[in-house]
Structures are given as structure tokens and as C-alpha cells.
């Protein structure tokens, strides 16, 4: 974690809000997005990465 991330805290001292660096929220959200997808694809069918290099390269769209 950053060391640019503030707290914000009421009359208590309780911790009640954060703010932090714009970039590190994106990517925050990113991260977020990309473990959102991840569960949501976990029971679609698998293929091996050797067999998706090989169609990629094929279809022209790599060329490694």
C-alpha cells in the first residue's frame, strides 16, 4: 500500500473514510474487475495455452 493513503476519521477518531491516489484507485478497480471475471469464467471449458497459440497464429493475429 501507498504511503499517500489519508484517512479520514470523526469526532471519535474512528477511521470512516479513505483517499488515496487516483492511479492506485484505478487500479484498485482493475484488480477488482479482472477477480470478478475470473470467478465468473471458472466453470466455462478449458483448452491448453499450446492449442490457443497455434489457432491465434493461424488466424494471423500473433505472428511468434
Given at each position: 500500500m501507498?504511503?499517500?493513503?489519508?484517512?479520514?476519521?470523526?469526532?471519535?477518531?474512528?477511521?470512516?473514510?479513505?483517499?488515496?491516489?487516483?492511479?492506485?484507485?484505478?487500479?484498485?478497480?482493475?484488480?477488482?474487475?479482472?477477480?470478478?471475471?475470473?470467478?465468473?469464467?471458472?466453470?466455462?471449458?478449458?483448452?491448453?495455452?499450446?492449442?490457443?497459440?497455434?489457432?491465434?497464429?493461424?488466424?494471423?493475429?500473433?505472428?511468434?
Amino acid at each position: 500500500m501507498s504511503r499517500n493513503v489519508q484517512f479520514v476519521t470523526d469526532a471519535e477518531g474512528k477511521k470512516t473514510a479513505v483517499i488515496l491516489p487516483l492511479e492506485e484507485y484505478e487500479e484498485m478497480l482493475e484488480d477488482l474487475h479482472f477477480g470478478q471475471v475470473a470467478r465468473e469464467s471458472r466453470d466455462e471449458p478449458r483448452r491448453p495455452f499450446a492449442e490457443l497459440v497455434e489457432e491465434l497464429r493461424a488466424d494471423g493475429e500473433i505472428d511468434v
